[in-house]
């Protein structure tokens, strides 16, 4: 029996057709994209405008959600992240600070059940 996992990755708005394309050439065609906002450890953002300064705490991000067997998990996983390092995605490399913003996390989760709705089919 397969086990099914789930992958939840906050990623970059930015980030995301990269992401697709990547899964996509590889065979992973199905997946759910929500806007999400949120604040990790950089805890928001400080942005200046006029002669003012003000946070933002909650920054705009994307989540990916995709469920696979457990067999190709790290594969995925591996496809996401390379799609995310991307040079053009750093916007200063040069300079890579503790503080700057995150450019994403994914989290692994244990799927017990799957159930199309058009058919009622089950996966365990």
Same mark, same amino acid.
């Given at each position: #029996? *397969? +086990?099914?996992?789930?992958? =939840?990755?906050?990623?970059? =708005?930015?980030?995301?057709?990269?992401?697709?394309?990547? @899964?996509?050439?590889?065979?992973?065609?199905? #997946? *759910?994209?929500?806007?999400?906002?949120?604040?990790?450890?950089?805890?928001?953002?400080?942005? !200046?405008? !006029? %002669?003012? +300064?003000? +946070?933002?705490?909650? @920054?705009?991000?994307?989540?990916? #959600?995709?469920?696979?067997? =457990?067999?190709?998990?790290?594969?995925?996983?591996?496809?996401?992240?390379?799609?995310?390092?991307?040079?053009?995605?750093?916007?200063?490399?040069?300079? !890579?600070?503790?503080?700057?913003?995150?450019?994403?996390?994914?989290?692994?989760?244990?799927?017990?059940? %799957?159930?199309?709705?058009? *058919?009622? @089919?089950?996966? !365990?």
């Amino acid at each position: #029996m *397969t +086990t099914l996992k789930k992958i =939840e990755a906050i990623v970059l =708005e930015e980030q995301v057709d990269a992401i697709k394309q990547s @899964l996509e050439a590889a065979g992973y065609v199905g #997946m *759910t994209v929500f806007p999400v906002k949120g604040r990790g450890s950089e805890g928001g953002i400080d942005l !200046r405008w !006029r %002669a003012t +300064t003000y +946070t933002v705490d909650f @920054l705009p991000k994307v989540l990916v #959600m995709i469920v696979v067997n =457990e067999d190709v998990l790290n594969h995925v996983i591996s496809l996401i992240v390379r799609s995310c390092q991307a040079p053009e995605f750093d916007p200063d490399p040069d300079h !890579r600070s503790e503080h700057a913003q995150s450019w994403g996390k994914i989290f692994v989760s244990p799927v017990e059940q %799957a159930i199309s709705i058009r *058919t009622a @089919l089950q996966r !365990r």
